[in-house]
C-alpha cells in the first residue's frame, strides 16, 4: 500500500481532498521525516499494519457538519499514534471526540492575525502572530479533555490540544504562515519522531531493495536525457553494477549537446554499459512531409518504442525495465496503483506489452528530491537541474515540417536562449525556457541586404507543475542580449519574438 519501507518512521497524510496534501508530506519531508499521503478510508487495522509513527489529517473542501461527510475510522484515535488535525483535519478530531463545530461568525480567508494562549505545540512562539486560514466552519467547543491554545477573531478555537492529539484550525504547511513549518517540528518532536531521513538513507535503502528485487538478473534503462531516467539508472547502477545496461535512442531531436551529454556523463564518467542508438537520420525520414503536431507525436514515439526494443532485445536475459517513476506519478494517477509506464517517460511511452518486471527506486520521491538525490550520486549539475523536456523533443518546437537544417537552426538558437538566461542568473527561477521555430518567414535588413529568414520565438515561464504558467518576466535587456545574439549568430533568423501567453489559455509548448 505505502512504498516505504517499515523500519522508516513514517507520517501518515490522511488526504480529505486537500489543495495541500502533496505540501503537507513535503514539509514534513523537509524536517527529515518520511511521509505518505494516504487515502482517508484507511481502518484502524491497516493503519496498524502499517505502524506510521504519527498521523495528519488534511484540510479538505467538505464541512465536517454535512451528512456524508469523509471521516476516519474513529478506532485509530485509539491506536496511541501522535495526531495532528490541519484545517478539516481539526474539525473532524474536535467532532468525532466530542467537540462542536459550528458555522461561527464570518469564516477566515488568507492572512489572520492568531492569539496564542497557553500549550505545549504554540510554546516558545510569538503571542501573536500571522496565520493563513481559509475555512468557513470552525469549532467552537473543545472535547472534553482538550484545551484551547490559540484563537482568531473569527476563530475562538485556532488550535486546540491534548495529550498526543493537536488540531490547527489555520495552515502550517504554507509558506504564508511564517511559523509554520516550526508548529510542524514541533509537533514531531512533541511526537518523538526521530527526525533522520535524508538522501543518504533513501539511496543506501534503494540499493538495497534494488539487490534484493534484481538478484543476479539484468536489467535495462532507457534514457530520455532527463533528470528522473538519469537519476534512476545511476541509483540502479549503484546496486547492481554491471547487470545494467541503459539504452540512449537517439532522435537527433534534443537540444544543443544534450545528447553528447548523455553518453559523457553515463558512459564515460559513470562507466555505465550504453547502447547508443544513432537514429537521427531516420527519425528524420519519418518526419519527412508531416506537419501536424499529434502525426508527428505518433511518428516520433513509434519509431522509439521500435528502436528501444530492438536494442534492448539484443541484451540477453534483461528481465528488469527500470523506470523514472516519480511520486506525484503515482498520487496523480488516482489510486495505490502506479501507473504501470509513465506515458511522458521516454518519447511515447513505453508499450504495456513489453514483458519486464519494473524497477522503479524513485517512486516515493518528489522532484526536488530526486535533484538531491542525483547530486548525492554525482551526476553533473547540468542533468540534475535539467528543465522538463517533451519526449518529442525538438519536434514539437519546429512548427511544420522537420528537418536536420531546421532542428540545427534551433539548435543554435535555443542554446543562446539558455546560455543567457544562465548568465542573468534566472536559470533556477524559470520552469522552462526555450526557443520556437515557426513555419514562416518575414523580411528585414543587415548591412545593405534584405533579409528573408525565420523568426524564432523565444518561450519562457514560471510554473510550479507545468499544469498552470506564466511567462516569465525577463529584464529587457536579457531579452535584448538573446536577441542580438540569435540574430548574429544563427544564420537563418532574423526577427525574435518573446511570447507573452499565460497558462491558460496558452499551453507551454507550441505544438
Ligand atoms: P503543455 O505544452 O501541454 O506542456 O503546456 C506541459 C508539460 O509537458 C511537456 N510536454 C510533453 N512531455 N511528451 C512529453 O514527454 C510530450 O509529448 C509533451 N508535450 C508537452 C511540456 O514540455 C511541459 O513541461
Known sequence: MTTVSTDTPTVLVFDFGAQYAQLIARRIREANVYSEIVSHKLTAQQVQEIGPAGIILSGGPKSVRVEGAPIIDPNIYDLGIPILGICYGAQLIAKQLGGTV??????????????????????????????????????????????????????????????????????????????????????????????????????????????????????ICGLSGGVDSAVAAALVHKAIGS??????????????????????????????????????????????????????????????????????????????????????????????????????????????DMEFELVEPLRSLFKDEVRSVGKELGLPEEIVHRQPFPGPGLGVRIIGEVTPDKVAVLQEADFIVRDELEKAGLDREIWQSFAVLPDIRSVGVMGDERTYGYPCIIRA???????????????????????????????????????????????????
Open 102 to 219: 459550528s458555522q461561527f461568525d464570518a469564516g477566515e480567508y488568507g492572512r489572520t492575525n492568531m492569539v496564542v494562549a497557553e500549550g505545549q505545540l504554540l510554546e516558545g512562539q510569538p503571542e501573536e502572530q500571522s496565520v493563513w486560514m481559509s475555512h468557513f466552519d470552525c469549532v467552537t467547543t473543545v472535547p472534553d479533555n482538550f484545551t484551547v491554545s490559540a484563537s482568531t477573531e473569527h476563530a475562538p478555537v485556532a488550535a486546540f490540544e491534548s495529550e498526543g492529539i493537536f488540531g490547527v484550525q489555520y495552515h502550517p504547511e504554507v509558506s504564508h504562515t511564517p511559523h509554520g513549518q516550526h508548529t510542524l517540528e514541533r509537533w514531531l518532536d512533541l511526537s518523538r519522531i526521530k527526525r533522520s531521513w535524508n538522501m543518504t538513507n533513501v539511496i543506501e535503502e534503494q540499493v538495497a531493495k534494488i539487490k534484493d528485487q534484481v538478484g543476479s538478473g539484468r536489467a
Open 243 to 352: 547487470q545494467l545496461t541503459c539504452v540512449f535512442v537517439d532522435t537527433g531531436l534534443m537540444r544543443k549537446d544534450e545528447g553528447e551529454q548523455v553518453i559523457e556523463t553515463f558512459k564515460r564518467s559513470q562507466g555505465i554499459e550504453l547502447i547508443h542508438v544513432r537514429a537521427a537520420d531516420e527519425f528524420f525520414s519519418k518526419l519527412e512531409g508531416i506537419t501536424e503536431p499529434e502525426a508527428k507525436r505518433k511518428v516520433i514515439g513509434e519509431l522509439f518504442i521500435r528502436l528501444f526494443e530492438k536494442a534492448s532485445g539484443g541484451i540477453e536475459e534483461a528481465k528488469f525495465l527500470v523506470q523514472g517513476t516519480l511520486y506525484p506519478d503515482i498520487i496523480e494517477s488516482g489510486s495505490e496503483h502506479a501507473a504501470t509506464i509513465k506515458s511522458h517517460h521516454n518519447v511515447g511511452g513505453l508499450p504495456d
Open 461 to 511: 515561464v514560471t510554473s510550479e507543475d507545468a499544469m498552470t504558467a506564466d511567462w516569465a518576466r525577463i529584464p529587457y535587456d536579457v531579452l535584448e542580449a538573446m536577441s542580438s545574439r540569435i540574430i548574429n549568430e544563427v544564420a537563418g533568423i532574423n526577427r525574435v519574438a518573446y511570447d507573452i501567453t499565460s497558462k491558460p489559455p496558452g499551453t507551454i509548448e507550441w505544438e
